[in-house]
């Protein structure tokens, strides 16, 4: 943790109430708050190196090197040099260090990069230019338009009328629709006059730092008045100002006490399972290392009692030498020598493998997104084999499920589905980027980026159609967008919600362009002619309405009403007449969901003038009513919208990011659970859900969790578990405290179900009394959506499955607000997209699609798992092996702590003999290619469930390490008793002895390796080749004459391999040898894939049948829905909106004057807030059922085209 991080949470304990005053730095900086500098990086100069090293010596392992390291310099016990141990721990302390100093130095560059951005700080009455660091609690400072904030601010004036300001939420709750915030108005009376601003002097009381986004309480005492603040008033660190000039505010937190930094989560030292289970098997082996070590210290007590005193003849002992001292001696000498048990070039290996298989992840061009110019990135080396093992994936929703993107699809009026294209035959052809789009030209108000394709709709509307000119009538004029034209023709719309911006948008290019609105009117251009309609009232959108309405005067003087909203609520509320419409709008309402589009139905009635006043004024006493307002207004809403007339639907689209419905597939098949953790609304999570594939039609039931208090929630809970599993339920109701030791046990649901929860339930879902009943209902659903969910929020779920579920969790997400989530997880993935880069700086991978999360999971990730598993496995074989014959020597030469190899040998076989073969494997072996992979996802499962490296495994390991050195030492000891060469000379003697015993050693690993490896390659076939030619070459080299003369007592082995290995029973032994070893290996394997085959031999079994010619990709056929679920109120909208249109707060400085705008030339350059994506559109390529059939057209009242005289 962070200095900062460390000072807010003592901070945290005493601050109860937080107190400053506007524009005295003195008084403020006697509480000592936090200033506005962030840091996250975890080092500086100074404790780089004490820290790190504490960081590595927790690594057991490490510790054990530096222990050996102590015993060798000590002589009496020392068999082998000093140096062979300091130089490889040396080099594997400075390799680690180096990449850990290279990420700490990118953090403290993206720190650096924040703290320095500039910002205009009114300091000695003047507007200075600061550093961001610099800036602190009490200052007033100036933001101008498209800038971030600084700090959390309190907003005290701005640049718009009523002191409103504009801004983007998006780093905060990956919302990119606009919210509105208001200062007071006695501080928006200060305006930017500089003196004024200079001279307040106001006192702020409010909350101390804390992680909530949604509230805020305080009070701003000025002028000896108190004045309430709430949320409205604050402007978040990491939101965007938009579509304000300018703004001043007063910080009230800065850096590490801002709402921001409060969610983003603490750094932890995240290890793969591998390393936490490596830790314990080393504990292990160095408990067996010591058990070997007293067995052996023990026989030489023995042995120096009844055999040693025959030696003291030649041999004399020191004085005070006696079997006691001598075994205890032996020991230590023995933990020397059979310390390659746990040799150091594993950790030196593990982290070339993990280097290695990190570049694959950077070199990969299919993981290459061209249009950003965006490679994946491995940001970590340390985690690779654990994206094999993932089991649960936490997805953000917006911006990496989505693009974020609303396009106006189809629509279906008066019985008439619009939005395909045909050809001259009626064939329905897939829309591309090629298809030919509509000409607007017709209209110079229309948006450029707007593309529709079906040209049947406008030449409806030019023919006046009366029910499409209904239709987009009701477009421009029901809802609660705001309109903006700075300059002639060109008009900024600033939508509350992304999917209302696209209706209006769409309304606006067929000729019925909304242009400006006033508390109580509403102006739009039909078709060329500027008319006004009287706005008397909007009936607000809610979660329960799920549908908004207004009531409009036509400039004639007729009273209307218009409706949109969920098409089951409108339906509801339709006039018998429109039960023919209503079957024909049904089935293209089906078909739109089918396509997982979000959907809207539309209707209208007139109404009568003395029904209406009479409605108006038990409207007006209700709206005052001091008892259940709410239930008053709700009851006369349904009083008027009945008996509406249908008159069609519209299918928006919430741009899906390319492939995500079968990442999503594949990645199910692949037995990964995807739970999407969204700030989003109920209603837009569900709608994506279903589009994704997340959710889908077949499942026996969605639950949907939204209770209001502990006891609803854990009802709604136990209800879900007793119809997934009714024979289940019955523990969790007797005993619902309980806690397992290990972890939740995974239940298995009667079929498939997904789980719906919104973030006021999740909050009591997270209670410790209730924690364990969400997880067990949420682990028995196929899918699970959070919604309305806080950052915070988002990494206690993956805590929570963290702490219970023996699971790997995966967390993805592009934004501010996933990056607490992020940290949590075993693995954090950040998605480089439209919502700046905090995500990728905190990730441990990261790239620019979601898609590419298959190939890194199902390829790279069972790739790295699968070359580490069979890395370790072998590494520890070749090892024990090697280290074992050790042991079986002792037995034979005194248990004098001799070596049974050449000390060359030793210090050569895991450098320089093993060293590249093993490697090779662990860099380049795959057991079947990533075509096969994608088309077998189950092959992924085996990594889940630790099978191919796990303490069983081990032992098997260890066990058959044990047989091999058995047949190691015996057989050429055998071989060699009481033997004489050709000539009759010996050749039973020590050297020969070890020689032979090495190079059978030798040739049995080679072997064992090539049995482990699936994929040949040039360079793997020549690692394996070139090492055994490597071993002769040395062997006879350091055995010649010339290196004995050089230094003798380094080459005593003279002549010894020409004198060997020119004997024909010394090679019938070596293969003797090598057949015993890899014996019972062949037959095991040979049993186990004829009696229990696995998952990878079935595979690797189609493939050799398929001569490692892929078959081709099977076509994908979408499955079409046709089932009544729609999406519902396609809305992200936010209750209480109406009210600020109605209230004229939201209004804007008075527009350009201007005419109808039809008569210009050309088309105009226009533009739609908030980031210009609302228009854009993207084609889908979706096959629709075919067209309706005529139906008798419904009465529909409609209104003429009449030039209003006051215009």
């Known amino acids: 943790m962070s200095f900062f991080g460390m000072d807010c949470v003592r901070k945290k304990e005493r601050e109860l109430e937080r107190k400053l005053r506007a524009n005295d730095r003195e008084y403020n900086l006697s509480f000592k708050y936090a200033t506005n500098a962030i840091k996250t990086s975890k080092y500086n100069l100074f404790t780089f190196l004490p820290l790190n090293l504490f960081e590595q010596f927790q690594r057991i392992a490490n510790a054990y090197f530096l222990f050996l390291l102590v015993l060798q310099v000590i002589p009496q016990i020392s068999s082998l040099s000093w140096f062979t141990t300091v130089v490889p721990l040396v080099l594997v302390l400075s390799v680690t260090a180096a990449k850990d100093a290279t990420d700490d130095i990118n953090r403290h560059r993206s720190d650096n990069q924040v703290n320095n951005r500039k910002v205009q700080v009114l300091i000695d009455r003047k507007l200075r230019s600061e550093k961001w660091m610099d800036v602190q609690v009490g200052d007033v400072i100036k933001l101008e338009n498209n800038q971030f904030v600084t700090a959390d601010l309190l907003l005290l004036s701005s640049s718009e009328p009523l002191n409103l300001v504009y801004i983007e939420t998006a780093e905060l709750d990956g919302e990119t629709n606009l919210k509105v915030r208001q200062a007071l108005t006695v501080t928006g009376d200060l305006g930017d006059d500089i003196e004024k601003l200079a001279d307040f002097n106001g006192e702020v009381r409010c909350e101390p730092p804390n992680n909530r986004l949604d509230r805020f309480t305080g009070t701003l005492t000025h002028g000896g008045q108190k004045y309430p603040l709430d949320n409205e008033k604050i402007l978040l660190r990491g939101c965007t100002l938009r579509n304000t000039e300018w703004c001043f505010g007063l910080v009230l937190f800065g850096g590490p ?48 009692l009844n055999e040693g005193s025959q030696f003291t003849v030649f041999l004399p002992r020191q004085d005070g030498n006696d079997a006691g001292l001598s075994a205890f001696l032996t020991f230590w000498s023995y933990v020397i020598i059979l310390n390659t048990v746990v040799p150091i070039s594993l950790y030196v290996s593990v982290e070339i493998i993990r280097l290695g298989n990190s570049f694959y992840i950077d070199w990969d061009r299919k993981m290459y997104y061209a249009r950003y110019d965006t490679p994946a990135e491995a940001r970590t080396t340390t985690l690779n084999e654990e994206l094999g093992q993932i089991k649960y994936v936490f997805s953000d929703k917006t911006g990496t499920l989505t693009q974020n993107i609303m396009t106006f699809n189809k629509c279906s009026i008066n019985g008439k589905s ?21 000409d607007f030209s017709f209209n110079p108000l229309a948006d450029p980026r707007f593309m529709f394709h079906d040209h049947a709709l406008v030449e409806a509307v030019k023919l006046e159609n009366p029910e499409v000119h209904a239709f987009f009538r009701l477009l421009a004029l029901c809802h609660t967008v705001m309109a903006e034209e700075k300059k002639e023709g060109e008009i900024f719309y600033q939508a509350q919600s992304p999917d209302e911006g696209a209706l209006v948008t769409a309304a606006r290019n067929f000729g019925f362009v909304f242009r400006s609105r006033t508390p109580e009117s509403v102006s739009i251009v039909e078709m060329g002619q500027q008319r006004s309609y009287e706005l008397l009232a909007i009936l607000d959108f809610n979660n329960v309405r799920k549908r908004m309405s207004v009531i409009v005067r036509g400039p004639e003087g007729k009273l209307s009403l218009y409706c949109k909203g969920a098409d089951t609520i409108i339906y509801e509320r339709l006039h018998q007449s429109c039960s023919k ?100 609304k109920q209603e837009t999570a569900e709608n994506i859900g279903y589009s994704c594939n997340l959710l889908r039609e077949e499942m026996n039931e969605v639950f949907i969790i939204s209770g209001n208090s502990p006891e609803d929630v854990r009802q709604e809970l136990r209800n ?53 009943e969400f997880l067990r209902t949420a682990c028995m659903c196929k899918a699970v959506i959070c919604c309305r969910v806080t950052p915070l929020q988002k990494a206690q779920v993956v805590e929570l499955v963290k702490k219970y579920k023996q699971a790997v969790t995966l967390a993805i997400g592009d934004g501010a607000n996933d990056v607490s989530m992020i940290k949590a997880a075993h693995i954090g993935v950040g998605i480089s997209g439209q919502e700046g880069m905090q995500a990728v700086l905190s990730s441990d991978y990261s790239f620019a699609q979601f898609r590419f999360l298959q190939r890194l999971l199902l390829v790279h990730g069972r790739w790295s798992y699968l070359r580490m598993c069979k890395f370790l ?181 003279i002549g010894t391999a020409r004198n060997s290995l020119n004997q024909p029973n010394i090679w019938l032994t070596i293969l003797l040898t090598s057949i015993l070893c890899v014996l019972p290996v062949v037959t095991y394997r040979f049993l186990l894939i004829q009696l229990c085959p696995t998952i990878n031999d079935k595979v690797m079994f189609k493939v050799r ?92 009242q409609m209104y003429r085209t009449i030039r209003d005289p006051a215009l």
């Not at 793969?272 to 160095?286: P, Q």
């Not at 939005?419 to 980027?433: A, C, F, M, N, P």
């Open 418 to 438: 619009y939005g395909d294209v045909y050809d001259y035959t009626g064939q329905r052809l897939e829309i591309t980027e090629h298809t030919e789009t509509v």
């Open 1105 to 1196: 049948q398929a001569k490692a010619t892929p078959p081709p990709p099977p076509r994908r056929t979408r499955i079409r829905r046709t089932s009544s679920r729609r999406s519902g109120y396609a809305f992200s909208h936010a209750q209480g909106y109406g009210d600020l249109v109605t209230s004229g707060r939201f209004l804007r400085r008075p527009a350009v004057s201007r005419s109808s705008g039809f008569t210009h030339v050309g088309r105009t350059t226009t533009s739609f807030s908030p980031m210009g994506r609302s228009a854009g559109y993207s084609p889908t390529g979706r096959p629709q059922n075919a067209k309706a059939p005529d139906v008798e057209v419904t009465s529909l």
């Open 581 to 680: 419409l209503m079957d024909v709008t049904t089935e293209h309402l089906n078909e739109f969901a089918g396509d997982g589009l979000r959907t809207l139905a539309l209707a209208h009635k007139d109404l009568d003038e003395e029904y209406f006043n009479q409605w108006k004024q038990r409207h007006h006493e209700a709206s005052t009513a001091l008892d259940d307002r709410e239930g008053k207004l709700d009851q006369l809403y349904e009083e008027i919208e009945k008996d509406l007339l249908l008159l069609g639907a519209t299918a928006i689209e919430d741009k899906l990011q390319d492939g995500v419905p079968q990442t999503i597939e594949q990645l199910s098949k692949a037995d990964i659970k995807i739970w999407v953790l969204t700030g989003d």
């Open 720 to 772: 879900a578990q007793t119809s997934m599993k009714p024979d289940a339920v019955e523990d969790s109701v007797f005993l619902p405290d309980r806690t397992p030791s290990k972890g939740a046990k995974e239940e298995m649901a009667n079929g498939e179900y997904g789980l719906v929860i919104n973030g006021h339930s999740l909050a009591y879902a997270l209670e410790r009394s209730m924690e364990l």
């Open 257 to 304: 006490e801002t709402k921001l930094m409060q969610n983003c989560g603490k750094s932890t030292f995240k290890r793969t399972s591998i390393d936490r289970l490596m830790n314990i098997l080393v504990l292990c082996i160095f408990g067996f290392l010591a058990l070997m070590c007293t067995i052996l210290a023990i026989g030489n007590y023995f042995w120096e």
């Open 873 to 1053: 496995r072998y590494f520890f074989y070749k090892n024990f092996t090697f280290t074992f014959v050790h042991f079986w020597y002792g037995f034979f030469c005194g248990f004098s702590a001799q070596t049974v190899y050449d000390e060359w040998f030793i210090t050569l076989y895991n450098l320089m003999y093993t060293a590249l073969p093993v490697l090779g494997m662990s860099l380049f072996d795959q057991d079947v290619n990533d075509v096969w992979s994608f088309q077998h996802p189950q092959l992924y499962v085996p990594g889940q469930l630790n099978l191919y490296f796990s303490k069983k495994s081990f032992f098997m390991c260890a066990l058959h390490s044990g047989y091999s050195s058995l047949v190691l030492f015996f057989i050429p000891y055998a071989a060699m008793y009481d033997t004489v060469r050709d000539d009759g000379k010996d050749v039973a003697d020590y050297q020969s002895f070890a020689l032979l015993t090495q190079t059978c050693l030798l040739f049995a690993v080679s072997i064992q390796l090539g049995l482990d490896m699936a994929y040949w390659t040039t360079v793997n076939t020549f690692f394996v080749l070139g090492s055994l030619a490597m071993y002769f070459a040395v062997t006879f080299t350091m055995y010649s004459n010339g290196m004995f003369l050089m230094l003798p007592s380094a080459f005593p082995f």
